[in-house]
């Protein structure tokens, strides 16, 4: 079992930065997908961007250029580098993992509890 900690949410001004970590309490090698997923209240929750333990990564059409994921297997680290944040990207982020190579919600083996992210001026 493996468990997943975000960090790194917070209040930032628009066109600000910040960068999310998410640490997994044991080795991610061997997990197919992590993926990063953002919930905003009264919405259902949104892949945001995955990637896999080879490092093909896959960002959100609507995010590319703004956000990138990557993944550090030998720390056991899974990072969300968010750029030019707008107010419609606050929301709660949650890290999570699978097995089976999907990013279907069903799909994930493992989630974090969430980090908060307020895009405001």
């Known amino acids: 079992q493996v468990q997943l900690v975000e960090s790194g949410g917070g209040l930032v001004q628009p066109g600000g930065s910040l960068r999310l970590s998410c640490a997994a309490s044991g080795s991610i090698a061997g997990i197919y997908v992590m993926g990063w997923y953002r919930q905003i209240p009264g919405s259902n929750r949104e892949l945001v961007a995955g990637i896999t333990s080879g490092g093909t990564a896959a960002v959100q059409d609507w995010l590319k250029g703004r956000f990138t994921i990557s993944r550090d297997n030998a720390n056991n680290m899974v990072y969300l580098q968010m750029n030019n944040l707008k107010p419609e990207d606050s929301g709660t982020y949650y890290c999570?993992?699978?097995?089976?190579?999907?990013?279907?919600?069903?799909?994930?083996?493992?989630w974090g509890q969430g980090t908060q992210v307020t895009v405001s001026s």
């Open positions: 999570a993992g699978g097995y089976s190579g999907s990013y279907y919600e069903d799909a994930m083996d493992y």
